[in-house]
């Protein structure tokens, strides 16, 4: 197992170590860090995301990785959507009850199937990654971007599962639904400035 | 559609001073279009178990190799939005994790090989770097291949077996995202 961590860390060198390299292509560096940054400029998104996370860890196995596989995924759908240009109505509000849903699943402690809980993830994973295929930058290297983006995403639905690891005790059970509650009510804060905006 | 299929060579080529050999070595690390398929089979490969990987690990290059020499000798691309196909299947294959009859999986390496290894190999020719060029990409998938398979192959607990998965969901995701790129430009 030392031996497969030591492969891990090395491989993990060869695969990063690239990136500077990236700069020579004109571009690519700056698409690259544009996607990274991109899911973490709005407070909307990374709340959503993390949301996913917890409520994954507070669902255990096996949604504890489906649904972080299943929005990425579906995400990435919404923003081919988004980049081919074709019409998606509502997204600001869609991206602001994804943080109100997702939250109050969290608050309540929600326990639905996987399917359905899979379904309502993915359904507002659209409007997410619509917004952000909407919104890829103008000369940017579109791989070098996605990349990026996909990395975030994934590390944001990480630090959600991280968060959601002190369920196993019933203090952070609690800590996690006031967190879950927080999102709601952020969430509910997103929706009014989206209608009312 | 014809704008899009028009556009086939992407040059990633770096120029590291070291002649061909390094620079065809670079190209791969450089070329995230080659990269990320060559990782989504070889994770690929490491879930099949160390049979499944072994074949990989010698059909791959080889089918990379003749694909390149075929893509010094005819100079044409294939269209960059194909690439874009190798990320969503192999990627879903690995975040599927479902057992695949070995021959289609030695198959599937063959074809990415071919495919990937002309592309690469036009380039190589476009750029001057020629067989040697198209030697040190080979030699690089081959090590990179060779230690992902082999690390996949030694994981033993059941949370590193998801963590794979998620990374060709990831794949899949990247390939998404640019697949929509390729025809939106």
């Not at chain 1, 860890?57 to 929005?71: E, R, Y």
């Not at chain 1, 005790?169 to 400035?193: H, Y």
């Amino acid at each position: 197992m030392r031996a497969a961590w030591a492969t891990g860390v090395a491989l993990a060198a060869v695969l990063v170590g690239p990136a500077p390299l990236f700069a020579h292509e004109g571009g690519a560096a700056a698409g690259f860090l544009s996607g990274l940054y991109h899911p973490i400029s709005g407070l909307d998104h990374v709340l959503a995301m993390v949301a996913v996370g917890i409520w994954g860890a507070q669902l255990g196995s096996p949604a504890v990785w489906a649904l972080p596989v299943t929005f990425p995924i579906v995400m990435a759908l919404g923003g081919m959507l988004g980049l081919l240009g074709v019409p998606v109505p509502g997204v600001e509000v869609g991206i602001g009850l994804s943080a109100l849903a997702l939250g109050a699943m969290v608050a309540l402690e929600k326990r639905p199937t996987l399917i359905v809980a899979g379904a309502l993830v993915a359904f507002f994973a659209i409007f997410h990654g619509y917004a952000h295929g909407t919104e890829l930058p103008e000369g940017q290297n579109g791989l070098a971007y996605s990349i990026g983006f996909v990395i975030a995403t994934g590390t944001l639905h990480a630090v959600g599962i991280a968060l959601g690891l002190v369920h196993k005790w019933e203090r952070g059970r609690l800590a996690l639904r006031g967190i879950g509650a927080l999102i709601a009510l952020a969430g509910a804060w997103f929706v009014w400035t989206a209608v009312a905006g | 559609m014809s704008a899009v299929l028009g556009k086939g060579l992407y040059l990633h080529l770096v120029t590291t001073g070291l002649g061909p050999l390094f620079d065809g070595i670079g190209h791969v690390l450089v070329t995230p279009e080659d990269l990320l398929p060559l990782i989504a089979l070889a994770l690929l490969a490491g879930l099949g178990g160390r049979a499944y990987a072994r074949r990989v690990l010698f059909t791959l290059p080889a089918a990379w190799l003749v694909g390149g020499l075929v893509g010094l000798a005819l100079g044409w691309s294939a269209p960059l939005a194909v690439t874009a196909v190798s990320f969503l299947l192999i990627g879903g294959l690995v975040a599927l994790d479902r057992p695949m009859d070995e021959r289609v999986g030695v198959a599937l390496a063959i074809a990415l090989g071919l495919m990937h290894g002309q592309m690469s190999g036009a380039e190589m020719g476009a750029a001057g770097l020629g067989t040697t060029g198209l030697l040190g990409s080979v030699a690089c998938l081959f090590v990179l291949v060779s230690l992902i398979a082999g690390l996949v192959v030694s994981l033993e607990r059941p949370w590193t077996r998801i963590a794979v998965r998620v990374a060709g969901s990831w794949i899949v995701a990247i390939g998404l995202l640019y697949f929509g790129w390729t025809f939106a430009t």
